[in-house]
């Protein structure tokens, strides 16, 4: 299969944001009650919409996630955001997939202000033709809605996805993406686990940076499910 239009999740996709997210996370819950030492613990909440995670992790109320969610807004803007590293081998897979003419594109369930100051940090903004993230107000956090709007910046209507690929780490980015007819590459070296993301059923299941290279370019990669 040729891809020429590439949508990748952020976040465990292409960087690391483990000490940020727990951190902001761990001060957020505080304020709806729940206090968790541990910050391997909230690991599973880097990735997916926050709102609805923390609501089904830790059966609080919609308005207590609302709360947690702002208090970690709070965190996360001026210290958390900078809590993230790069991963290894990124920017030079992103200049070789823009030097081979593909069309690159974030599609982030983060708040889309946050992506680009993550993307412009940095130095990797200028290889994408779009960054498509969620909204500050939660009316789009899911993966679905935010590969919606990635498509439609991306002048792609809908059902014509073919030469699309969805790259993320994810059961969310895997099922955000089947929904819109995507095949997706799901990368282990992220958060979602082998079992996530098979279960998820994601169409390709890549281990390194070079092997989702190889996928891209010449459709060669591991395609467990």
Not at 134 to 141: A, V
Not at 150 to 175: C, F, N, Q, S, Y
Not at 190 to 204: F, K, N, P
């Amino acid at each position: 299969m040729a891809f020429d239009t590439i949508l990748f999740d952020l976040d465990g996709t292409l960087t690391d944001p483990k000490e940020g997210i727990t951190k902001c996370c761990q001060y957020g819950l505080r304020f709806a009650g729940v206090d968790v030492e541990d910050l391997d613990e909230l690991e599973q909440f880097i990735g997916p919409p926050l709102l609805d995670a923390f609501q089904e992790v830790y059966g609080i109320t919609e308005e207590q996630a609302h709360l947690a969610v702002e208090k970690y807004r709070v965190r996360f803007e001026k210290t958390g955001i900078y809590e993230n590293v790069l991963l290894p081998g990124i920017p030079e897979m992103l200049q070789k997939l823009k030097s081979c003419g593909k069309r690159l594109c974030i599609a982030s369930s983060k708040p889309e202000p946050f992506v680009r100051r993550i993307t412009e940090h940095f130095g990797i903004a200028r290889w994408f033709d779009e960054q498509a993230g969620g909204s500050m107000d939660e009316k789009r956090s899911g993966k679905a809605a935010v590969i919606a709007e990635a498509l439609r910046r991306l002048g792609i209507p809908e059902g014509h996805t073919e030469g699309v690929l969805m790259v993320g780490d994810r059961k969310h980015d895997v099922e955000g993406a089947h929904a819109h007819g995507i095949e997706t590459a799901a990368v282990t070296f992220g958060y979602g686990s082998m079992e996530e993301l098979t279960r998820a059923g994601a169409d390709y299941i890549v281990r390194t940076v070079e092997e989702l290279e190889r996928l891209i370019l010449e459709g060669q990669g591991a395609a467990d499910r």
